[in-house]
Nanobody
């Protein structure tokens, strides 16, 4: 059984930073990619950032250089460093791991950007 545990969400002022972490545990192997997505009520979940095993990255258009995704393969962990946060970044952030031909999702962590 695979479990994803996210951490690092919270309340931050506009212009501030947060670092999200997602650690995978259990019987997991052959990870092909790890990513972060976000969702606000009434809107579809959208890709924030994705990183493959070889380090190739993809970012949502709205990121515009503010976020950086990274991974620690030895720890089965993916990170999302978010800088210059804006109120419109407020959402529940989910990590996703593509492994063994399946998608695994975390439970989500709330990020609120407000003064």
């Amino acid at each position: 059984q695979v479990q994803l545990v996210e951490s690092g969400g919270g309340l931050v002022q506009p212009g501030g930073s947060l670092r999200l972490s997602c650690a995978a545990s259990g019987s997991i192997y052959s990870i092909s990619a790890m990513s972060w997505h976000r969702q606000v009520p009434g809107k579809p979940r959208e890709l924030v950032a994705r990183i493959t095993t070889i380090g190739s990255t993809t970012y949502g258009n709205f990121v515009k250089g503010r976020f950086t995704i990274s991974r620690d393969n030895a720890k089965y962990t993916v990170y999302l460093q978010m800088n210059s946060l804006k109120p419109e970044d407020t959402a529940v952030y989910y990590c996703r791991i593509e492994a063994m031909g399946r998608d695994y999702w975390g439970q989500g962590t709330q990020v609120t950007v407000s003064s």
